[in-house]
């Protein structure tokens, strides 16, 4: 009985110290964790970031965030294992939540690893550990006061429940978190409002994919959540050969090397049409030249969905401009908006997507005897054979376009939408091979909002007026980027 007592002193101790209770509570240097000192290096670190969050009165009852990218080895499953047996054993009625990009990840790998230390500390007595769930041993507590290793479901994200568990401590952690879909996410974050609750939600894993909620915690999100990109080559413990063998084989800067070793992000991901790296560098580039050159208008409108907006914006030569955009306007707002602008910037050509209540755009501007065209992005291509609809043909030149060197608005949202998109080839004997787009549809379906602002830009490509005449009767010429360099075309 002294010694339980002893044991529960010591615990209390580390309630808010997750770091000191790593240190004291497991059998470093004997055993499985014979030749290990304790935690590495950032595991420690990570560790003392939330202790200094719990420690401070003022932020104690505020979520804590931390998301840590990295390469492959540092021992991520590990401090899964370390938390997970800190915060269980030092709050009576903790709840803890753990799931990952598969069912496999989290059967095969997070349960085994976090399960071994339960099983190494010094209050295993204290657990009961299954498969599935991780349980206080005393039975009258066992219902509210556990682990569970969730599987998540895509179109049942409340299959992740259970969160509440108000003046007490709740956990999450994602492992794997970049295979995990943004409505697990966003359940997740909706979920975590109790008062006067510790709440400590952790994003582990590699950059497999340079989109979607997991990478967006070090992009737009980044300000909520505290991050770090671990390099293994760094980190002690890792198989520094077999890492070198890597370099030498794929190189520093490959995206492979990037995301298995240096804990970043690829540049583009497998099914992204459009990477964040050309995205980033228009944003900085700056066009010349351009001044005299067709001026393009577009409008792309809003549909009935919620949150969609309509967008009016102008390319002139390399340089793009973004006019305005605005929610739940009627068509004859929208006609007299499209209008007000032909009169301001006088554009060489005006479109309008035509899909859904755009056509009543065109309608009502070539009623009041304006020169617009209606575009139809699921019309046949002017190039069959290279793309699939007039949609991804726009896109297509779109792209183009800013790998030769583009000037776009420095804008986060709207560099997210350009480089949102899917892309696939069609299958079948009609236009087999040609590129499509992903539809709007398919984005809202990954938790994506409508890529309105971009397929706004994208619209300025449907149509190639003839160049303006310049002053003195020649056609003006602008800078493009060919092998070689910079050079006037």
Same mark, same amino acid.
């Given at each position: 009985?002294?010694?339980?007592?002893?044991?529960?002193?010591?615990?209390?101790?580390?309630?808010?110290?997750?770091?000191?209770?790593?240190?004291?509570?497991?059998?470093?240097?004997?055993?499985?964790?014979?030749?290990?000192?304790?935690?590495? +290096?950032?595991?420690?670190?990570?560790?003392?970031?939330?202790?200094?969050?719990?420690?401070?009165?003022? +932020?104690?009852?505020?979520?804590?965030?931390?998301?840590?990218?990295?390469?492959?080895?540092?021992?991520?499953?590990?401090?899964? *294992?370390?938390?997970?047996?800190?915060?269980?054993?030092?709050?009576?009625?903790?709840?803890?939540?753990?799931?990952?990009?598969?069912?496999?990840?989290?059967?095969?790998?997070?349960?085994?690893?976090?399960?071994?230390?339960?099983? !190494?500390?010094?209050?295993?007595?204290?657990?009961?550990?299954?498969?599935?769930?991780?349980?206080?041993?005393?039975?009258?507590?066992?219902?509210?006061?556990?682990?569970?290793?969730?599987?998540?479901?895509?179109?049942?994200?409340?299959?992740?429940?259970?969160?509440?568990?108000?003046?007490?401590?709740?956990?999450?952690?994602?492992? #794997?978190?970049?295979?995990?879909?943004?409505?697990?996410?966003?359940?997740?974050?909706?979920?975590?409002?109790?008062?006067? +609750?510790?709440?400590?939600?952790?994003?582990?894993?590699?950059?497999?994919?340079?989109?979607?909620?997991?990478?967006?915690?070090?992009?737009?999100?980044?300000?909520?959540?505290?991050?770090?990109?671990?390099?293994?080559?760094?980190?002690?413990?890792?198989?520094? #050969?077999?890492?070198?063998?890597?370099?030498?084989?794929?190189?520093?800067?490959?995206?492979?090397?990037?995301?298995?070793?240096?804990?970043?992000?690829?540049?583009?991901?497998?099914?992204?049409?459009?990477?964040?790296?050309?995205?980033?560098?228009?944003?900085?580039?700056?066009?010349?030249?351009?001044? /005299?050159?067709?001026?393009?208008?577009?409008?792309?409108?809003?549909?009935?969905?919620?949150?969609?907006?309509?967008?009016?914006?102008?390319?002139?030569?390399?340089?793009?401009?973004?006019?305005?955009?605005?929610?739940?306007?009627?068509?004859?707002?929208?006609?007299?908006?499209?209008?007000?602008?032909?009169?301001?910037?006088?554009?060489?050509?005006?479109?309008?997507?035509?899909?859904?209540?755009?056509?009543?755009?065109?309608?009502?501007?070539?009623?009041?005897?304006?020169?617009?065209?209606?575009?139809?992005?699921? #019309?046949?291509?002017?190039?069959?054979?290279?793309?699939?609809?007039?949609?991804?043909?726009?896109?297509?030149?779109?792209?183009?376009?800013? /790998?030769?060197?583009?000037?776009?608005?420095?804008?986060?949202?709207?560099?997210?939408?350009?480089?949102?998109?899917?892309?696939?080839?069609?299958? *079948?004997?009609?236009?087999?091979?040609?590129?499509?787009?992903?539809?709007?549809?398919?984005?809202?379906?990954?938790?994506?909002?409508?890529?309105?602002?971009?397929?706004?830009?994208?619209?300025?490509?449907?149509?190639?007026?003839?160049?303006?005449?310049?002053?003195?009767?020649?056609?003006?010429?602008?800078?493009?980027? !060919?092998?070689?360099?910079?050079?006037?075309?």
């Amino acid at each position: 009985m002294t010694a339980q007592l002893e044991l529960v002193e010591e615990i209390a101790r580390y309630a808010h110290d997750p770091e000191g209770f790593v240190r004291v509570m497991f059998p470093w240097g004997e055993g499985e964790l014979a030749g290990i000192s304790g935690p590495r +290096t950032w595991q420690a670190e990570e560790l003392a970031k939330i202790g200094a969050h719990l420690q401070n009165p003022e +932020t104690r009852h505020m979520p804590y965030r931390a998301a840590v990218v990295s390469g492959n080895g540092p021992g991520k499953s590990a401090l899964v *294992g370390m938390v997970s047996v800190w915060a269980m054993t030092t709050c009576p009625g903790c709840r803890v939540i753990i799931t990952a990009n598969t069912g496999a990840q989290l059967n095969v790998k997070t349960q085994p690893e976090v399960a071994k230390w339960f099983r !190494l500390s010094e209050v295993r007595d204290l657990w009961d550990v299954q498969a599935t769930r991780i349980s206080i041993s005393e039975p009258s507590y066992r219902t509210n006061y556990r682990l569970d290793f969730e599987t998540w479901s895509e179109n049942n994200p409340e299959a992740i429940s259970g969160l509440h568990n108000l003046g007490r401590r709740i956990v999450v952690i994602f492992d #794997e978190a970049s295979g995990i879909p943004p409505a697990i996410w966003n359940h997740i974050r909706g979920a975590l409002t109790d008062k006067n +609750t510790e709440i400590i939600w952790l994003a582990y894993g590699n950059g497999t994919l340079n989109e979607g909620p997991f990478f967006e915690c070090f992009n737009k999100d980044a300000h909520r959540w505290n991050t770090r990109h671990l390099d293994t080559r760094f980190v002690e413990g890792t198989n520094k #050969e077999e890492i070198q063998q890597w370099l030498e084989d794929d190189g520093e800067d490959s995206d492979w090397f990037r995301v298995h070793v240096r804990g970043l992000f690829p540049r583009q991901s497998e099914l992204q049409f459009i990477g964040h790296d050309i995205v980033e560098r228009a944003r900085q580039y700056k066009a010349v030249g351009y001044e /005299e050159l067709p001026r393009i208008l577009a409008c792309d409108v809003a549909r009935s969905e919620a949150g969609a907006q309509t967008v009016l914006g102008y390319r002139q030569g390399r340089k793009y401009v973004e006019l305005e955009k605005y929610r739940g306007q009627s068509i004859t707002f929208t006609a007299n908006r499209v209008i007000h602008w032909i009169k301001e910037i006088s554009p060489d050509a005006t479109v309008v997507d035509a899909s859904g209540l755009g056509i009543g755009v065109v309608d009502t501007c070539t009623q009041l005897g304006y020169t617009v065209q209606a575009f139809n992005g699921g #019309e046949s291509a002017f190039d069959s054979r290279k793309y699939g609809n007039r949609r991804a043909e726009t896109w297509g030149l779109g792209k183009i376009w800013l /790998e030769a060197g583009a000037e776009i608005p420095d804008d986060e949202h709207l560099a997210s939408q350009i480089s949102a998109p899917h892309y696939y080839y069609r299958k *079948g004997q009609s236009l087999h091979g040609a590129l499509m787009i992903e539809p709007k549809e398919n984005m809202a379906r990954r938790g994506l909002a409508s890529p309105d602002r971009a397929d706004t830009l994208m619209l300025t490509h449907a149509v190639d007026p003839a160049p303006r005449e310049s002053s003195e009767g020649k056609r003006e010429r602008e800078e493009m980027y !060919l092998p070689g360099g910079w050079q006037s075309v």
